[in-house]
């Protein structure tokens, strides 16, 4: 009898700390799970409803040829939504990146200077948006709304609207190793990976994403505890800037043309990821993962959209949408 007791009771325990550690994980993982599943669930639905476009292989590259683009945006969006900000600038920033690329390279047909310099601009807009919100005081919305039509406004006039061939990288190692494939994987698809991983060591592994998550939690408890929140949230906006150039550059790399309106279309998508992540406007709280994740879901809708026969004018409809049941989903969350 004790023995069997003995045994029940072990057992027990052994149930009770698996459910512990269920609990603990599950609240530790809370939004990273739950888009998990949506995802999942998302890409059953569209196999059951589009079997025939789903189960070729066709589908699943263009979608990885092109979501990683927005995945790798709104990872870099996600660290000014973490701060308390908001980038509407990235989409011309992006065209702007791109730009100064195709001009260099134009110059001097050298890939590594090309690079470099179209990265850089990037890093110089970004930091322009951090000086006009925590130095001069304007209000994120505002600042980077002015600085998207102030950027693309000096595109349109330095191109005069034209745009610029680029035929000849198509060969270039550079090209290869940003747009180009190993095997039937997309290289942008594996960039969007490493700069994830890249990404989620400096938000949750370095002090510097302690402090995005700090002030934008709480600014004044954060300058309390010696975070400098305008050094802080010019670093998030560095970051955005960056990775938006790297977008514009790596999408021209694959157009084999610059466009004047390069970026224009990402906005929208680019936001929608990030809210459709568990990413919520109000600082303090965030998750790349998310982000990561939410990208590749817009592009299965997008995808399932046309396979359903829908028409092109359904996408921003559902996009939109998208982000306001988003952001619904996790206020009630959150109020639980």
Excluded at 6 to 23: R, T, Y
Excluded at 168 to 195: C, H, M
Excluded at 268 to 275: D, G, H, N, S, T
């Amino acid at each position: 009898m004790n023995i069997r007791f003995f045994k029940k009771n072990n057992k027990s325990n052994l149930n009770n700390v698996i459910l512990s550690k269920f609990k603990n994980l599950w609240k530790s993982f809370t939004l990273q799970l739950i888009v998990s599943l949506a995802y999942f669930g998302l890409c059953m639905l569209f196999l059951i409803l589009s079997p025939s476009a789903f189960s070729k292989p066709a589908t699943y590259t263009s979608i990885l040829t092109v979501a990683p683009f927005t995945a790798i945006l709104a990872m870099g969006i996600t660290f000014v939504i973490v701060s308390g900000e908001i980038d509407l600038s990235f989409g011309s920033v992006a065209g702007l990146g791109a730009y100064i690329f195709t001009q260099i390279w134009l110059l001097t047909h050298n890939e590594t200077l090309s690079l470099i310099g179209g990265l850089f601009v990037g890093s110089l807009a970004g930091a322009l948006n951090g000086i006009l919100v925590t130095k001069i005081g304007i209000i994120s919305m505002i600042a980077t709304l002015g600085t998207n039509f102030f950027w693309r406004g000096v595109i349109m006039v330095l191109t005069e609207g034209f745009g610029s061939s680029l035929v000849d990288t198509k060969d270039t190692f550079l090209r290869y190793i940003l747009v180009g494939k190993v095997g039937e994987i997309p290289n942008q698809l594996l960039w969007s990976i490493a700069l994830f991983i890249l990404f989620w060591l400096i938000l949750n592994r370095h002090k510097i994403g302690s402090h995005i998550y700090a002030v934008g939690d709480n600014i004044e408890s954060a300058r309390m505890m010696g975070i400098n929140p305008t050094k802080v949230k010019t670093i998030a906006y560095i970051i955005s800037g960056v990775s938006a150039s790297f977008v514009g550059i790596m999408s021209t790399l694959l157009l084999l043309t610059f466009w004047p309106s390069t970026g224009e279309g990402y906005l929208l998508v680019a936001l929608a990821a990030v809210f459709l992540g568990g990413n919520p406007p109000g600082g303090g709280v965030g998750t790349l993962f998310g982000s990561l994740i939410g990208s590749f879901m817009l592009g299965w809708i997008n995808t399932g959209l046309i396979a359903a026969g829908a028409t092109g004018f359904w996408t921003n409809l559902v996009y939109g949408l998208t982000i306001i049941l988003s952001i619904i989903a996790y206020k009630f969350a959150k109020k639980r």
